[in-house]
């Protein structure tokens, strides 16, 4: 708007010179405002440019809560941090990722930066808890299913939870594992909810998902847990922590075959010995013969288990306990063959 002189002022008509006032006023206010904007604008890129420059940059790196795995120096070197770093241009999500790849039995490292430039990594250990079979050897992995580092032979006396898997398995130190079988990989996800929340999952020192109509468990190395098929899994499992209770208070020390395979009923096998998992083929006849005698109806006593009475000396009968669970899954009444 183009401003007028005081006389060209005076010789408007006063209709005129007032619109002509109000809009002076208005332009003056607009261009105050911008050169306000301007400064702020100024100042702000300012200080930007200097907190990318000389303003917030890395003064030291400390360690705070500690990892028993790796040394502080370890730690350090994986997050790639330097003194002197800018804080402003450094994406710390992207640093504590990598020190939990770089570093796996790291859990979570969470950074806490201060405006003095000061940084303090806290780190939060995990532990191995299982042990897969991969193309590279045995995965070691902890509860989440994050690889830990790759072995060639099962260590001894481990106390790691062995699993058996069907399908290929993708292991790289750092990351998840990942299952070649989708349809397995959600079988092994639920099941492992399902035990973690049923407080089983510790327990657990073998998983046998090689034939999916025949799912195995084995509980403390001496009960083992038939589920049959994926079919009310969570049912079955329940009922399965219902028995180990039962039987760990009565004898916690005890042998035997746990037959989950038909929903609210369950089949205690004692036995001398539980051999290994992978013999399970050994005695599939066995098997056949005792799931053939729970789905009949008619039949109120379930098969012996032949392996039993062959190896006691003691005894010319092998015991085996029934178990039924009502609706309610509240009580478990016992019957002796």
Known sequence: ????????????????????????????RNRKILSISCIGVSAVLVVLILSMTVLFNISSINIGKKSAKYTVEEIVMASGLNIGDNMVRTNFSKVEERIEKSLPYIKDAVIDKSISGKITIDI???????????????AITDAD????????????????????????????????????????????DNLKAVLASEGL?????????????????????RLRLL?????????KIKSGAQVIEKENAQDPELIAEVNLTIPKKVYVNPLETLYPIEEEELDKDTS??????????????????????????ESDE??????????????????EQ
């Open 1 to 28: 708007m183009k401003e007028l002189s005081p006389e060209q002022v005076a010789r408007l008509r006063p209709e005129a010179r007032e619109r002509y006032e109000k809009r002076l006023k208005i332009v003056k």
């Open 288 to 313: 056949d013969q005792q799931n053939e005698s729970e789905s009949d109806e008619d039949t109120t006593e379930p098969t012996k288990n032949e392996d039993a009475s062959e190896k006691t000396d």
């Open 145 to 188: 299913g994050k690889t830990l580092e790759i072995v060639k032979s099962i260590p001894e006396n481990n106390t790691l939870t062995t699993i058996n898997l069907k399908g290929a398995v993708t292991a790289t130190p750092g990351e998840f594992l990942v299952l070649s079988d989708a349809e397995e990989q959600e079988l092994y």
């Open 318 to 335: 092998a015991e085996t306990t029934q178990v039924d669970s009502d609706e309610e899954e509240e009580n478990i009444d016992t019957e």
């Open 124 to 138: 939060t250990d995990t532990k191995a808890t299982t042990i897969v079979k991969c193309a590279q050897g045995y």
């Open 227 to 235: 589920l049959g098929t994926a079919d009310n899994l969570e049912e």
């Open 201 to 221: 999952l510790s327990g657990i020192t073998d998983i046998d998902l090689t034939q999916r109509s025949s799912l195995k468990l084995i509980y403390q190395n």
